[in-house]
């Protein structure tokens, strides 16, 4: 390494020695060359700065996909040229500054007391440098006696110009280079050095004989040591988090220095990753529970988990039962307790919001509320409230009750009482008001009155089921005791039909009073129609359009529900799906008089598929063709064919249908299939007969028909409608042929086999 250096330095006095010889007239040949040099500009200076081998940066760790480093890095700067000197500067996020520099030590440098003038001698035995390398003390001084000999250089320049450059390795080679390794320097960066954030790593090289500037890099050092913060929850509800439909949650996060890559949200059994610190997380029906997420940073540190409140999201309505003691329309004359069973279902998603507040009214005026604790989990209740108002003119009192959850989902029960306080009071025992029952019924009618009561009658209408209306009963009511406060009358009803119950009555001071009710003795069952004409049947799809009134008869109001293959179906709705179906129908009246009604159907509209076994559209056969077809689905058949366009007699339930043309010509056959859905397919094919010619065609061709039977045939007997099938004689040629042929094809194997 000590002899590269020196030469080095003798190259350098060399050169020097060159550029202190021009004469006049080499300066302005100079000056020319500089000139040129302006021109080229940055391409001179890439030139130059090839000469010298650049500095080395290492890092530890490779550079992550995000640029950004997790912990601090050790960077290593290597300087590998002697001839230079490199510098770096670093800038950290905080504006502190670090400096330095890195130079492969020299003798000179070494040696900093010895003096110059020694060494001015020494530039005539730069020429014989194999001698003199062993000198390790020489400086830059010796350069200086290399003047007297620039007097004989002008020769050169005449002729080479500013191409003198090159020829300066020529005098390094003449006075020896030593080509030993130059030892590196390394600068090792210490880690704590950076600081979190982006880092500027300066590195340039400098000459050190002119300080000329020939290399320059920056590096940037982004280093993330924090986590990502905790990701944020909100939502449109941020309080309570119960939802009554689909709802987006939006989260967020943020990082202090590289960013937020991505958050990863969980809800349950279902993840999503939202890109950037920001995003929305949909929360589907039928969720329960919290959501948990955590973000990710650009280093690729994960942050701390973070859980959300907890979400609700269910459409359930909540169910109210409402109990007033007494059937609905019966008069009272007094206050009515009303009793309200609230409760949330749970059936749908197997869990519920919870009850948030219940509201009663009475004749549309809030008469209270019940509301339930936030953070509570109440899902049932029972409350109970007084109705202490009267009846105007015979007018029911109206109740409603209104049941509100946490997820937003409502239920209203409306309901009535009767109460009347004025007199004459009339009471109907036995039946109640719009009641319905399937047994027979006894009725007690009673008038009582504060005041002498003057009058008293009771009226029995009845509608029978075929809407004829007919009074059984005309009756006057009689006081029990001789002061004609109260009046009974009881009637026994047994048939079926509508009632209509009719009580007047006056006192002496002329106030009057009527009460009628209306009920229903049902001992019959609701009729079902239109059901069983569908067991049997085979459609291409099933859709139930028959109204309520026109598909069940009764005299009263009644429900009913239907299935479908054990499934809830629901009049309109259209089944499409092929296969055998079950209709059931179960109709039950306001009597309990139950009825059931079922049918069996197929559902097909699925086209049959006709297979034509042997014959091709657009075949051609010589001497006869073998017309073969069949269909093999449940229920379809070959409804026309035609040959030619002349129709072929088949039977009403044909499946399959074969018949052989021997006759040369043209044939185009027509066929439509169908089933018993309706469901058709029509198919054509053509094909051609030719006469049979030759030896090879009377023997090859029954063979070939004997021998390429259709393996997709059906298990159905074929059905041949025409007579004219191949007579018995060429059925014998045939076989006779295939015999010949497999003797042939024997014997060809047993010659193949001896060669």
Same mark, same amino acid.
């Given at each position: 390494?000590?002899?590269? %250096? ?9 050169? *020097? ?72 500067? @670093? ?51 010796? #350069? ?8 004989? *250089? ?65 590096? =940037? ?66 969720? *329960? ?75 549309? %005026? ?64 036995? @039946?109640?008001?719009?009641? @319905? ?32 209306? =007919? ?109 055998? =179906? ?100 029509? #198919? ?72």
């Amino acid at each position: 390494m000590e002899n590269r %250096q020196r030469n080095r330095r003798k190259n350098r006095r060399n050169r *020097a020695a060159y550029s202190g010889s021009f004469p006049a007239a080499g300066t302005v040949v100079l000056f020319g060359v500089l000139g040129s040099c302006w021109l080229l500009g940055k391409s001179v200076l890439a030139e130059e700065a090839e000469q010298y081998e650049p500095p080395r940066l290492v890092i530890s760790e490779p550079e992550s996909g995000t640029l950004w480093y997790q912990d601090p890095q050790e960077v290593k700067i290597i300087h590998m040229d002697p001839d230079t000197v490199t510098r770096y500067l @670093i800038r950290t996020p905080s504006g502190k500054e670090t400096e330095g520099e890195l130079r492969i030590k020299s003798e000179e440098t070494e040696e900093p007391d010895e003096t110059e003038m020694p060494e001015e001698p020494a530039e005539p035995e730069g020429e014989e440098a194999p001698e003199g390398s062993e000198m390790a003390g020489e400086t830059e001084m010796p #350069e200086e006696p290399a003047e007297p000999e620039e007097e004989e *250089a002008p020769e050169e320049p005449e002729t080479t110009g500013e191409e003198e450059t090159p020829e300066k390795p020529e005098i390094s080679e003449e006075v020896g280079i030593d080509n030993t390794q130059v030892e590196p320097v390394t600068e090792v960066l210490s880690r704590e050095i950076w600081e979190e954030g982006e880092n500027h790593l300066l590195v340039w090289m400098e000459k050190i004989e002119d300080g000329t500037e020939v290399y320059r890099e920056e590096q =940037k050092i982004r280093l993330d040591e924090s986590m990502p913060g905790k990701v944020s929850f909100t939502c449109r509800d941020p309080a309570g988090g119960y939802f009554s439909s689909p709802t987006k949650i939006e989260v967020r996060a943020s990082d202090k220095f590289s960013g937020v890559r991505e958050i990863i949200c969980t809800a349950g059994n279902r993840k999503k990753r939202i890109e950037g610190g920001h995003g929305t997380f949909e929360i589907p029906l039928g969720f *329960a529970g919290k959501i948990t997420a955590h973000a990710v940073d650009n280093s690729g540190r994960e942050g701390p988990g973070s859980e959300s409140s907890w979400i609700c999201c269910e459409d359930e309505a909540p169910l109210i039962n409402m109990y007033t003691g007494q059937e609905e329309g019966v008069w009272n004359d007094g206050a009515v307790t009303v009793r309200l069973e609230v409760c949330e279902p749970g059936e749908k998603y197997g869990f519920s919001s919870g009850l948030k507040s219940v509201t009663y009214y009475v004749n549309g %005026q809030a008469a209270g509320r019940k509301e339930y604790p936030d953070g509570s989990t109440v899902c049932s209740d029972s409350l109970s409230f007084p109705v202490d108002e009267t009846s105007q003119n015979g007018e029911e009192i109206q109740i409603m009750a209104h049941a509100l959850d946490r997820a937003g989902n409502t239920s209203v029960r409306m309901g009535k009482v009767f109460i009347d306080t004025k007199t004459p009071v009339i009471s109907i025992k036995g @039946i109640k008001d719009a009641a @319905i029952t399937g047994e027979d019924t006894v009725i007690e009618v009673s008038v009582s009155e504060e005041n002498i009561l003057s009058e008293g009658k009771v009226r029995i209408f009845r509608t029978t089921p075929g809407e004829e209306k =007919k009074e059984v009963t005309d009756m006057t009511l009689e006081p029990r005791d001789r002061s004609g406060q109260v009046f009974e009358k009881e009637m026994h009803l047994q048939e079926s039909g509508i009632y209509e119950c009719i009580v007047t009555a006056a006192d002496a001071a002329g106030h009057e009073a009527e009460e009628n009710i209306t009920f229903t003795i049902d001992h019959d069952s609701p009729v079902i129609k239109y059901v069983e004409q569908m067991n049997g049947a085979n459609i291409r799809f099933f859709q139930w359009n028959y109204g309520r009134e026109e598909m069940i008869q009764d005299l009263t109001e009644y429900s009913y529900v239907m299935y479908l293959n054990g499934n809830p179906y629901f009049s309109g709705d259209l089944v499409t799906e092929e296969g055998e =179906k079950l209709l059931e129908v179960r109709a039950e009246d306001a009597a309990g008089n139950v009825s059931f009604a079922e049918a069996a159907f197929t559902v097909d509209h699925t086209p049959p598929v006709i297979h034509w076994g042997e014959s091709e559209n657009g075949g051609k056969y010589d001497g006869s063709a073998i017309l073969s077809l069949w269909v093999d689905g449940t229920g379809e058949r070959i409804r026309e064919l035609h040959i030619n366009r002349e129709r072929q007699k088949i039977s009403a339930d044909s499946r399959v249908f074969q018949y052989e043309i021997t006759e040369s010509g043209q044939y185009t056959v027509d066929v439509k299939a169908d089933d018993l859905a309706g469901n058709e397919t029509v #198919e054509q094919i053509s094909f051609e007969v030719r006469e049979q010619s030759g030896f090879a065609g009377s023997v090859i061709e029954p063979v070939r028909r004997i021998f390429s039977g259709n393996r997709e045939k059906p298990e159905v007997q074929e059905e041949n409608v025409h007579d004219g099938g191949a007579p018995a004689l060429g059925v014998l040629a045939a076989i006779g042929a295939a015999v010949v042929v497999c003797a042939f094809y024997t014997f060809y194997k047993r010659q193949k086999g001896a060669a």
